[in-house]
């Protein structure tokens, strides 16, 4: 039986500590962790979100949110 995107989602948040959208779509091909990031929330994980700055591929200074499952 194949695991749900909430659950691929908390077996690499549990693996790795943190993820961004960017990694979510790129590592597991899940297009909008956000969603499964406040179900898990709802079902008692603390799991926290802080800004990040960086650039994009062409240089433009960006922010983006990297979630953490705190232990």
Do not use: F
């Amino acid at each position: 039986m194949s695991k749900t995107q909430k659950e691929t989602i908390l077996d690499y948040l549990e693996k790795h500590e943190t993820i961004t959208t960017l990694e979510s779509v790129l590592k597991l091909g899940i297009t909008d962790p956000q969603h499964y990031i406040m179900e898990l929330r709802n079902e008692g994980y603390l799991i926290t979100d802080k800004w990040v700055n960086g650039s994009n591929r062409v240089g433009r200074k960006i922010k983006y949110k990297r979630y953490r499952l705190e232990k």
